[in-house]
């Protein structure tokens, strides 16, 4: 569903269907090629709108996807491939953003909001019951006094 | 003439709109009876009004009157009827015309039913209601003319864009408005509570038949979008976390969540100020991705920069509705006073939660789509936010939603036992463990461990909304025929929420199906080849042309086999369209209940004798739109409600005494 509102409603005419990895870049071996299409998922293709390399049929992304994947015939580890990547395109280029000062908001801000809200419903849920409380306990005027007090003698 | 009619039509409902607004505004403050009144005809007549104009527009594009600009740039005589019909909703400016049809029946249906709301709050309401309607009849008529003429007139058109082009896009559209704009009618009703200073459980009931027909439609229209998505962008992605995908995503969290706390104003009186809060932020965020959609600044920071002429008005329609409301809140929200009490652990505890997650997981969706034009804009530099970053953040909020989700019906009001609650849960918790068992055994390892959490979270969801059901109508605790009695009298929302929770679980199930166990084969195949994927060989018997009204086609065909079985025949096709010179591809899909054989024809390779073809096996991905289309009929189901037909809150007493009152269960 990804274009499928700026294809409803704007009718861009960038669109394309998705074709992205081609025959010639699958790698024999099935668990280094797996390895590169969960690696190329978290890398974004930089001249399309939030597309990743897997999904991009861009040039770039082709070129992307057979860096990553000549580093990983070359004996790279995951990790090593990412470095070489961010190393060459900046942090820009991966959709999983590292934690850093700009982006504390983005990985602070969801557990920040649950924290408040928590805290929001706790105190919500004890100052109702203060209230209730204080309404159960109001004292009774003298009046009332007098006439529970009847009450109770004429129980006796 | 025919669109000069349209375009006066648009320009008189605008002045009705305010005539809708201001004097039923000053009529509820002065108790002026003749005043508040003006608000029913008003209604009708913009409505009528603006059909009146949509009609126009659509004559145009049926009989391809390429004098208009809309047209024009949207439409060609080739065009299959069907595409014409909806390629008027299918470009900016007739979207928003359909944006605002579905506005003013919406308020229409207000003004013809709502005969048992008090005087005030229906004047009110449809007060709110016809400024709305102001606001983007302004926007219309000033930045989005679709009834612009071109002189000379054109001999043709530039056609629609062909991914358009298709049944499930063309009803896509209508779907996912009524859902954003079904949401205004939550938000006039709070606006109109907090003018009225008052809010009660009646009110609650008003607003709920609205709400769930808005979630519904906004359900499907999201359901719609994301199977259009898997079949014609060529590889079976369901969601991508785009930033559009998320514009309409977060309306429905937020309306999700409003759903269920506008229940516990019903029943309990409770949460009342919070549940207005919603209404407001949920129509705030369905400005929002009108806003984010139509102004382009998805596309690029810089391209809203040098033509930020919509951007603004909506900008700005945003401001004063969201900032207004916001603003009369602060101001009325601490005068409403506070109802029933409960203890947290309680229904009411448990839907507190559900609004507690519902809400973070919105703000997760909110920041993520967000922070990255704030950054932009703000020149602080770049950064990406795409699916692992969501599903990183969004995941640890719905998992236990999900969970609480199952819980929370078998809490009762006030006060509950949630070991009581649990140990009525055994058979949902044994069919989890079975459910994991299995699949770990029959994947052999089961895959990533997120796809066991999966699994066990569709098992619980689904099994459990049907254990509560069996256990509210005492099935094997009585006689058949007394459960079937049971089920029969109670309420349709207790129907509704069994049936959407359960569907729930099958989205999940889909969800996780195709996502964890998605093989494929990508290969360049001459005629005569063979691929094999899943235990299925695909044989390609070759390809040939196809002419369609407005395009031509290669259509490759596929014998698919199992053990030598003849299993299906599949057509996938390669369409280039002449006028937009676009290609699109029309995957061909065969499904069984329990998984999707996908196949979709690529480009041809450079000598000419094979093609790139793709061909995917996607495990339970049907699951996913099946789950969906379930938990919009639950929607609709709880929408027949009797307490929600027409005038109910009113009729309530009278009606009891047909029966409606007879089995003595918790509702709900």
Redesign the interface.
Known sequence: ?????????????T??????????E?LPDPALETRARAIS??L?CLVC??Q?ID?SNAPLARDLRLLVRDRLKAGDSDDKVMEYVTDRYG???????PFKA??L???V??FA??LL??AG?FLF?RG??G??AGADTAPLSADERRRLDALLRKDD | MIPELGHYALVLALFVALVQSVPPLVGAATRNAAWMNVAVPAAIAQMLLVLLAYAALTWAHVVSDFSVLNVVQNSHSAKPMLYKVSGVWGNHEGSMMLWIVMLTIFGAAVALFGRNLPPTLKARVLAVQGLIGVGFLLFILITSNPFIRVVPAPIDGNDLNPLLQDPGLAFHPPFLYAGYVGFSMAFSFAVAALIEGRVDPAWARWVRPWTLAAWSTLTMGIAMGSWWAYYELGWGGWWYWDPVENASFMPWLAGTALLHSAIVVEKRDALKSWTILLAIVTFSLSLMGTFLVRSGILTSVHAFAVDPKRGIFILVLLAIATGGSLLLYSLRAPTLKAGGLFAPISREGALVLNNLLLSTATATVFIGTLYPLFLDIMKLGKVSVGAPFFNATFLPVAIPMVVAMVVGPFLSWKRADLGAALTRLWVAGVAVVIAVAVTAYVKAGGGPLLALVGIGLAAWAFVGSLVEFADRIALFRTSFRNSWNRAVHLPRSAWGMTIAHACLGLSILGMTGTSAWQTESISAMKPGDRASVAGYEFQFDGVGLVDGPNFKAERGVFTVTKDGQRVATLEPERRSYSTTRMTTTESAIHTTVFSDLYVALGDPTQNGTAWIVRIYHHPLVPWIWIGGVGMMLGGLVSLTDRRFRIGAPERRRMAGKTGGKSAPLPAE
């Open positions: 569903m990804k274009r499928l509102l700026l294809a409803a409603l704007l009718a861009l005419s669109l394309a269907p998705a074709l992205a990895v081609q025959p010639d699958v998922q978290e974004r709108q939030n990743s999904d942090d820009y280029v991966l959709l999983r953003p700009t982006t908001v983005l990985w801000g969801p909001v649950l809200g928590a419903t849920l109702r019951r209230v209730a």
